[in-house]
């Protein structure tokens, strides 16, 4: 995390004062993880502390379409009421890319009446985590992000590439792991990693990942609303890297056919507060209860959680046997084939990796999802099943397939209502019906091909 963030408005100003800041991005994660906001320049940030936006700005799907009526209006003002957006000191960065001194501050909405608006995504995760302060404890999670780096592609009817590396060449092969992969685009992360420097992104191992052109980034572990932060913040980078090297980086889930899909696996633990110790183990090292009923909680509500964190119809390509993604909610120790892993590790730092989440979902979603799971698994103590010593692609699919399956599962899973907050889960799957109804008015060339002249 940033080393002594700024507390307070005062220290915020004393911040941009000493980095002689001219403009600030004054940002909002909307539904699906992008930055909206507005451009201000110095006095007028420092005279307005804060900004108006209308309340459907953080309630928008990724194609910006809006519902005509129905229950999205039963949360969000028809009238397009604003609400007021402050912001976060502790969340400033610098602009690294901006020619003029820049700076970017994430804001929190609240409503006129001076509360939280309930279905902004960082409200939804700052709740749940405020769900475990009240029980006396503090969830710490370390996310781990895959991408594509691809060549510039400005058709959306063609077919994704590999770029070009310092070796003239594109990748045609997969290269795991492999160092002198990584090496052919040193230039772009040098870049990054100074990027990142630049804004304390606390970004930790780089490494190339099975898909030819596919990165992981992981992060150090921490606080969720700073780490859901973080990876907002990173992707806008890495984007912006890229695009300064010809290229793109891309946070789909499955971006490219016959390659695996891009995940956000996320590392979590539970600290007791006072004492700061790990609540999965015990005081003699083993697992505690509170391990198998957090497992019990992911397992029991991720499948009906799935549209939170797979959130397009894109999502469900990554979801398949063999492509190191997961199909089902089995749990195991040091098991990559199941969608819940406990990691090889000490007692203090005994932890569980949730590897069903996409690349493409929104970090404060995701977080706040997983948590929630978790904590109703613990609240209600649900036992976990056994855990799976085999391999898991063996077993059953557990998970909806389809986005229009996710989102009656969600909808009917009322426990999670009330754990992310009903307008949130209005709004959320009246968006995303939208946008798979959207979808489902395009006809793809398989259709084409296959269908066209043969039934």
Not at 19 to 29: A, G, K, S, Y
Not at 132 to 158: C, H, I, K, Q, W
Request: aromatic share 10%; proline share 8%; glycine share 6%.
């Amino acid at each position: 995390m940033k080393s002594n963030p700024p507390q307070s408005f005062n220290e915020l100003e004393q911040w941009l004062n000493q980095r002689r800041v001219t403009e600030i991005e004054c940002l909002v994660p909307d539904l699906t993880g992008v930055a909206r906001g507005k451009i201000l320049p110095r006095g007028k940030f420092t005279e307005d502390r804060g900004m108006r936006l209308p309340q459907a700005v953080v309630a928008m799907g990724v194609t910006g379409v809006f519902p005509e009526s129905g229950p999205y209006y039963d949360v969000i003002d028809p009238t397009d009421r604003d609400m007021q957006l402050r912001p976060d000191p502790s969340t400033v960065r610098i602009v690294p890319w901006a020619t003029d001194p820049t700076a970017q501050v994430i804001h929190d909405c609240f409503d006129h009446a001076g509360k939280r608006v309930p279905f902004a995504p960082r409200s939804v995760l700052r709740h749940v985590c405020n769900l475990y302060e009240e029980m006396g404890l503090s969830p710490v999670v370390a996310p781990e992000l895959e991408f594509y780096l691809t060549a510039r592609n400005t058709d959306p009817n063609t077919l994704l590439k590999p770029p070009i590396g310092r070796s003239g060449r594109a990748e045609t092969s997969r290269q795991a792991y492999s160092i002198d992969a990584v090496n052919e685009f040193d230039p772009l992360f040098e870049e990054i990693y100074d990027y990142c420097d630049q804004m304390e992104l606390n970004v930790d191992t780089l490494i190339h990942e099975v898909g030819a052109g596919q990165m992981e980034i992981n992060f150090f572990h921490g606080a969720p609303l700073d780490l859901a932060d973080e990876v907002f913040f990173f992707k806008r980078t890495v984007r912006e890297a890229a695009l300064r090297h010809d290229m793109y980086a891309t946070f789909m889930a499955k971006p490219i056919a016959g390659e695996p899909g891009s995940a956000m696996h996320v590392h979590q633990s539970i600290v007791e507060r006072e004492s700061g110790r790990n609540l999965f183990s015990q005081l003699d090292g083993t697992p505690s209860e509170a391990f198998y009923h957090y497992i019990g909680g992911l397992q029991r509500y991720i499948p009906a959680a799935m549209a939170l964190v797979a959130p397009y119809v894109n999502s469900y390509r990554r979801l398949s046997r063999n492509t190191a993604a997961p199909i089902n909610i089995e749990w195991g120790h040091d098991n990559r084939t199941v969608g819940i892993r406990s990691p090889i590790a000490v007692p203090q730092s005994r932890r569980l990796e949730n590897r069903v989440i996409g690349a493409d979902a929104n970090p404060y979603v995701a977080l706040a999802m997983t948590l929630a799971c978790g904590y109703l698994g613990l609240k209600n103590k649900i036992a976990p099943k056994p855990e799976k010593k085999s391999d898991a692609y063996l077993s059953p699919y557990a998970l909806p397939r389809t986005l229009g399956e996710a989102l009656d599962w969600l909808r009917r899973e009322s426990d999670l209502h009330e754990v992310l907050g009903r307008e949130f889960i209005t709004i959320y799957t009246e968006i995303k019906e939208l946008e798979f109804e959207e979808f489902m008015k395009v006809i793809s060339p398989w259709e084409r091909e296959h269908l066209l002249l043969h039934v």
